[in-house]
């Protein structure tokens, strides 16, 4: 069965030093991949996804299948960067298509 | 564009009532998801509408919950009758049809049973 494991249920760190939230996911397949963030007193929304390939709000994230991992980073933290953030997985294709597998959620930090 | 709605944002019963979620997803898309977080737990999803057929329904935890969505519009979720272990957030989200679509949440409903 597919798993998404995120191994730290917080992190802390200070403003302009670089930030890692580690993911970790199970699945024989070939997944899609996604990180979402939801914000104090907002709703989850989709920071980004693997196949996009793209730098968010200076956040990137690459799928290493040889490690299943999709680590999401950014080098320099700001204190708006401070939210729960999710790492999620799909399936591509089949009967579950577009149904999410959710991480536990790493609490982000950033002190001033 | 006006995003998911969910309805309503907090609600209280006790145990043995009955309950019933709404959720009203971004006009258009014909994809509905309904996942639920339970305290200290994950986001674990629950059932997926296409239209007003369900596609997947295998997270839905046992038969006192029913979800529907009559007319392929908005979608209703009743837990009848409500446990102590249905506490929880209730989220909904939606999607438009084509490919593994990024899906938009609502705020959820949060469900406390007494």
């Known amino acids: 069965a597919q798993r998404v494991t995120q191994p730290e249920k917080l992190l802390s760190v200070f403003k302009g030093a670089p930030v890692e939230l580690k993911c970790n996911y199970s699945?024989?397949?070939?997944?899609?991949l996604f990180w979402y963030v939801q914000y104090s007193r907002q709703r989850l929304q989709l920071l980004l996804r693997?196949?996009s390939r793209e730098s968010i709000k200076g956040f990137t994230a690459d799928l290493n299948k040889g490690e299943t991992s999709f680590h999401l980073k950014k080098p320099f933290a700001q204190e708006e960067d401070s939210a729960m953030y999710y790492c999620?997985?799909?399936?591509?294709?089949?009967?579950?298509?577009?149904?999410?597998?959710f991480g536990q959620g790493t609490i982000l930090t950033v002190h001033p | 564009e006006a995003g998911v709605t969910q309805f309503p944002s907090h609600s209280v019963i006790e145990k043995g009532q009955t309950v019933t979620l709404r959720c009203d997803p971004i006009?258009?898309?014909?994809?509905l998801y309904w996942y639920r977080r339970v305290m200290g737990k994950e986001i674990k999803f629950l059932l997926h509408?296409?239209?007003?057929?369900?596609?997947?329904e295998s997270g839905m935890p046992n038969n006192r919950f029913l979800a529907e969505r009559t007319g392929g519009t908005y979608s209703t979720l009743k837990v009848q009758p409500a446990e102590l272990e249905d506490s929880g957030v209730y989220f909904c989200?939606?999607?438009?049809?084509?490919?593994?679509?990024?899906?938009?949440f609502g705020d959820g409903t949060r469900l406390s049973i007494l």
């Open positions: 693997h196949i």
């Open positions: 006009s258009g898309h014909d994809n």
């Open positions: 999620a997985l799909s399936y591509p294709g089949g009967t579950s298509y577009g149904k999410l597998t």
């Open positions: 699945y024989s397949g070939s997944p899609e």
């Open positions: 989200a939606s999607s438009p049809t084509g490919g593994n679509q990024p899906q938009h």
């Open positions: 509408f296409v239209k007003e057929s369900k596609q997947d």
